[in-house]
């Protein structure tokens, strides 16, 4: 009888896949970019909430930051997408990169200026947002270029792991980096890594598009759309994951937690925010295994429907600590603070997997020259999803309570990922062994 591998051969395995990493130099050097910039990212996203939490004292002021961010992401998206298929991908990358490096810079200067006004962060954040809509698709969209597509579950897992850290470290140290140095202390900081990680990008080759150009414009945008609406296991990624994001998003809620509910103030909300990412983190550190997952779409099933179940107990545990403090008296945070985060945690894990997998039947699935508008539409899912998220929990929130708001969040996001499932049994079959868009 064949014997089990020993203890420490499991748990190798079970660790990340770093052959992407290894393989190609270009690939290593954008993953480090990667990481630099969502940890300046993730500083300016807390920091631009606390920002307008402060100025206004309305949770529901702070999710109009995320309407403001979502026209221009969902326009400069979409046409990034096709920017992205007619030209050079590596000159997309840094010119994209080079106009978030200057948002960061305007940042620091209205808060250094003392502008205070609510409008001013309003529009950085669309001009960001723009920018990011651009970039992101450009980075997804070549990693077929650089990798066999064996290769591109574990380099999913890799990329996913650099955005997770970043987004763990960057609201852990926003929470703290405000309270010690201001909101122009922060911004700097978001600028001088997003200077470093434009640096990184100088590595990448050039990346000429191939097969069919289109003119880059409206009709392009119309075709990837159309392409979309004829590919029913694509689609459904996008499908899923903004039910999850608008339903179950629960970030716009960390300000008044950390003001009102659990208390801690600006600490509480960093330690929140970094929550989900903390178990993105373990996903992509514990993510060996993807590579050998084959059936993707019932993952992707699965793995959405516990990030609603984790959102529930995230609403039960808030619950509880409004129900037992009722106020905050300063005296520190209230102990559920942690049951919290761990509830958080692992909403970020499931979100991780869901998003590996998401990635990977999106760049399978479709030919070279319609991945940058696929990958725009994904941009706009992925980033816009969170910030519609934003408004619709913000305002149940304000209508409720922050505790009802990610409850009916989280069971709203069960019942129509398993509706949806349902209605769509091909995408539960989905083989990796034989993609079929």
């Known amino acids: 009888m064949k014997s089990a591998p020993p203890a420490p051969t499991r748990l190798l395995a079970l660790l990340a896949d770093l052959t992407p990493l290894r393989h190609s130099r270009a690939y290593r050097h954008m993953w480090l970019g990667t990481l630099l910039s969502s940890i300046g990212s993730q500083l300016t996203t807390v920091a631009v909430g606390l920002q307008v939490f402060d100025l206004t004292d309305s949770t529901f002021s702070v999710g109009l930051v995320g309407l403001c961010a979502l026209g221009p992401l969902i326009v400069f998206g979409l046409y990034g997408g096709a920017l992205v298929d007619r030209f050079d ?29 609510t409008w001013l962060l309003y529009l950085l954040v669309a001009a960001q947002s723009g920018f990011f809509g651009v970039n992101s698709p450009a ?8 990798l066999p597509p064996e290769m591109l579950p574990a380099a999913n897992a890799l990329s996913g792991l650099s955005s997770s850290v970043g987004m763990t470290l960057g609201p852990l140290l926003a929470g703290f980096w405000v309270a010690w140095f201001g909101f122009a202390g922060t911004y700097l900081a978001e600028a001088v890594l997003l200077g470093i990680a434009l640096s990184t990008l100088l590595a990448l080759p050039a990346m000429p598009p191939v097969g069919q150009v289109r003119r880059a414009g409206l009709a392009s945008v119309l075709e990837g759309l159309n392409y979309l609406r004829t590919r029913p296991n694509v689609r459904m990624t996008f499908v899923v994951d903004l039910i999850a994001m608008i339903f179950a998003m629960p970030r716009v809620l960390f300000p008044a ?8 103030g600006a600490g509480t909300t960093g330690i929140l925010g970094a929550g989900i990412a903390t178990g993105a983190v373990l996903a992509g550190v514990f993510s060996g295994p993807v590579s050998r997952v084959r059936r993707q779409g019932l993952a992707v099933i699965v793995a959405i429907t516990a990030w609603g179940a984790s959102i529930v107990l995230f609403g039960v545990l808030v619950g509880f600590a409004g129900h037992l403090q009722g106020s905050v008296d300063g005296s520190g945070p209230h102990w559920l603070l942690w049951p919290c985060f761990a ?41 816009g999803g969170p910030r519609l998220g ?38 539960l079959r989905y083989d990796a062994r034989h993609p079929e868009p």
């Open 390 to 427: 934003d408004l619709v929990v913000g305002s149940m929130a304000d209508l409720t309570s922050e505790s009802i708001a990610a409850l009916a969040g989280g069971a709203a996001c069960i019942a129509l990922v398993l509706l949806m499932a349902g209605l769509q049994p091909r995408f």
């Open 257 to 264: 937690l950390g003001a009102v509910v659990i208390g801690g």
């Open 343 to 383: 509830a958080l945690a692992l909403s970020g894990m499931a979100d991780s997997v869901s998003g590996i997998f998401r990635s990977t039947i999106l760049q399978t699935a479709t030919p070279d020259e319609m991945r940058g508008r696929l990958q725009g539409v994904f941009i706009v899912v992925v980033a």
């Open 139 to 146: 980075r997804m969209a070549i990693l077929p270029r650089l």
């Open 89 to 117: 991908r590596r000159k997309v990358i840094v010119t994209s990169s080079s106009g978030l490096f200057a948002v960061a810079v305007a940042f620091t200067v209205q808060a250094v200026a003392g502008l205070e006004q």
